[in-house]
T-cell receptor, first 106, second 116 residues
Framework: KNEVEQSPQNLTAQEGEFITINCSYS?????LHWLQQHPGGGIVSLFM???GKKKHGRLIATINIQEKHSSLHITASHPRDSAVYIC????????FGTGTSLTVIP | SAVISQKPSRDICQRGTSLTIQCQVD?????MFWYRQQPGQSLTLIAT?????????ESGFVIDKFPISRPNLTFSTLTVSNMSPEDSSIYLC?????????????FGSGTRLTVV
């Protein structure tokens, strides 16, 4: 069993839709990260959370420490949001989820 | 946050050869990390590179196969040695933010390696 589980694995949305990606983890953590990986392979760090909620533009990330669960929301989705979104946690070491592949159709 | 320049962005290499990947950071950082992402898989940490000491390798990765250099606080290289098709992956370097590993990470743009 993976220490970090993401759902869904693949997601296709129409432009403008509200998108939610979920992440559950089973280890003790000091922080949770949401990463965005573009088709070329490069990764951008979107958020680092240890509690509560963070917002950046159309992206919102929340974490519930008690439930060991985090969500990444994208409002008013756009084709340029198409990427793989990876949840990762840092505790004793760095654990990565397998990613959610998002495609936003115009 | 730090900016990382990673080179090359992609390469196609012959079986049995070696490839060296470079990461240059625009600020001094204590710890640099090297990851591998095999096709369809999540990222896996290969090793942690600290300046002035031997890199620390994760289980399943050895120095002979993935030698790492860290000559100063802004630069590191990872070599993939004696390559086989199973080494075809994306390789990424990363640095922790100021204040240590709990202050966010910056990733390089990745090196997409294909071994034929």
């Amino acid at each position: 069993k993976n220490e970090v589980e993401q759902s869904p694995q693949n997601l296709t949305a129409q432009e403008g839709e509200f998108i939610t990606i979920n992440c559950s983890y089973s280890v003790g953590i000091s922080a949770l990260h949401w990463l965005q990986q573009h088709p070329g392979g490069g990764i951008v760090s979107l958020f680092m959370l240890s509690s509560g909620k963070k917002k950046h533009g159309r992206l919102i990330a929340t974490i519930n420490i008690q439930e060991k669960h985090s969500s990444l929301h994208i409002t008013a989705s756009h084709p340029r949001d198409s990427a793989v979104y990876i949840c990762a946690v840092t505790g004793n070491q760095f654990y990565f989820g397998t990613g959610t592949s998002l495609t936003v159709i115009p | 946050s730090a900016v990382i320049s990673q080179k090359p962005s992609r390469d196609i290499c012959q079986r049995g050869t070696s490839l060296t990947i470079q990461c240059q950071v625009d600020s001094q950082v204590t710890m640099m990390f090297w990851y591998r992402q095999q096709p369809g898989q999540s990222l896996t940490l290969i090793a942690t590179a600290n300046q002035g000491s031997e890199a620390t390798y994760e289980s399943g990765f050895v120095i002979d196969k993935f030698p790492i250099s860290r000559p100063n606080l802004t630069f590191s290289t990872l070599t993939v040695s004696n390559m086989s098709p199973e080494d075809s992956s994306i390789y990424l370097c990363s640095v922790a933010g100021t204040g240590g590993s709990n202050y966010g990470y910056t990733f390089g743009s990745g090196t997409r390696l294909t071994v034929v």
